[in-house]
């Protein structure tokens, strides 16, 4: 307000170096606090000004120049473009391949902050020429450096398969993956996450990264103590597992299913999403997959996040992971109908709180979806039963479904059924006549006598 920002200008040409630089470091910590104020200091076209004598400057004002243009390129996509435009990536470019090593850091960071907005910035960064300094950076043995270095191949990484193939092309998946065993907790969330991100986008791509042998080496993040290097090695084993069921199968038999269980069972909240989700991709694959889910005791953690979370999204990936388990045979439904999973499936579903919310409404879908998925082939009918008295109409009627096609041909399921109360509850549902459910009805009635039914 005071006008600070246009006398700081003049003084980014100042003949005394370490006013240029400290102007810079003002400029910085300006732009870095508020949108805002950053877009006070594109409009006083500062740009320009403070990457012009970049290269020929020495290492303070180059890091006080690189964290003004990171302070001013990560709060939104316009003020990345203006640093784009006005030259920047090459100045940064240049400034990868300094001595300094925390020159490279605010370099590679600065890159990492315009790259992380969208595929087009990305794009840009990989044109300047930055993946292969980048890839020279995580290979330095400062690890602030290798930290930021790898968390910007992740951000240029994300957005697209080609993208995420410019890395490869530079070699960095052999060093990335070697790193996964570095103590640093912070390198190794960014390694994992760099690993995904490029994982995430095509089969080749996860098929390298199981000639990159991560695993089991990756298996040893899901024990570790810090929250993210587990959510990170996580969503890394997720994004190889959704792709096929040949990938899927080799995490099983690397041990990553039982090692993907043990972490969801030793941890909370978002941590456990990835893990419920991989889960979900292994067991949707096939039967087999399925069975190899349920054979390593999949379904009780499963069930736990279920009634444990209280956030939507993540009870909503429980449900859905098993219905993915229960969808394929009568043999699979029961697996987890036995877990008593179906009346939390339908206490979550029926839960009418917030019904207007939208991620409420998403997550009563995804519910709503697995129960009918497992439903659907489920003959065990000890575990349907409960559902007669509790499940609304649109649920009911896949309950009635199972039971007319057991009870023809299981005598000791029809006494049970009369003795139970089952069948009175039958009678007292009202059906539309010719409807599908009264169809069902109809033939659960036909199993009986006309007196008993009556």
Known sequence: NSGIVCLLRPLLLDVVPSIRQTAALALGRLADYDVELAEAIVKAGILPQLICSLPEENRYYKKAAAFALRGIAKHSLQLAQAVVQCGALEMLVICLEDFDPGVKEGASWALGYVARHNAELSQAVVDAGAVPLLVLCIQEPEIALKRIAASTLSDISKHSPELAQTVVDAGAIAHLAQMILNPDAKLK???????????????????????????????????????????????????????????????????????????????????????????????????????????????????????????????????????????????????????????????????????????????????????????????????????????????????????????????????????????KKVQEIKAEPGSLLQEYINTINNCYPEEIVR
């Open 189 to 423: 969330r960014q390694v994992l996450s760099a690993l995904s991100q490029i994982a995430k986008h095509s089969v080749d791509l996860a098929e390298l990264m199981v000639e990159a042998e991560i695993f089991p080496v990756v298996l040893t993040c899901l024990k570790d103590s810090d929250e993210y290097v587990k959510k990170n090695g996580a969503t890394l084993i997720r994004e190889i597992a959704k792709h096929t069921p040949e990938l899927s199968q080799f995490i099983v038999n690397s041990g990553g299913v039982a090692a993907v269980i043990d972490c969801i069972g030793s941890c909370k909240g978002t941590v456990r999403l990835p893990g419920i989700m991989t889960l979900g991709y292994v067991a949707a694959h096939s039967e087999n997959l399925s069975m190899a889910v349920i054979v390593s005791k999949g379904i009780s953690p499963l069930c736990d996040c279920l009634i444990e979370e209280h956030e939507d999204h993540i009870k909503a990936a429980a449900a859905w992971a098993l219905g993915q388990i229960g969808r394929h045979t009568a043999e699979h439904a029961r697996h987890v109908a036995v877990a008593n999973v179906l009346p939390t499936l339908l206490d979550i579903f029926v839960d009418t709180r917030s019904s207007e919310d939208l991620k409420m409404k998403a997550s009563r879908f995804v519910t709503k979806k697995a129960l009918k998925n497992i439903l659907q082939r489920c003959t065990y009918l000890p575990a349907l039963e409960p559902l007669l008295h509790e499940a609304p109409h649109n649920i009911m009627k896949h309950v009635i479904g199972q039971f007319s096609k057991v009870l023809p041909h299981d005598s000791k399921a029809r006494r049970l059924f009369v003795t139970s109360g089952g069948l």
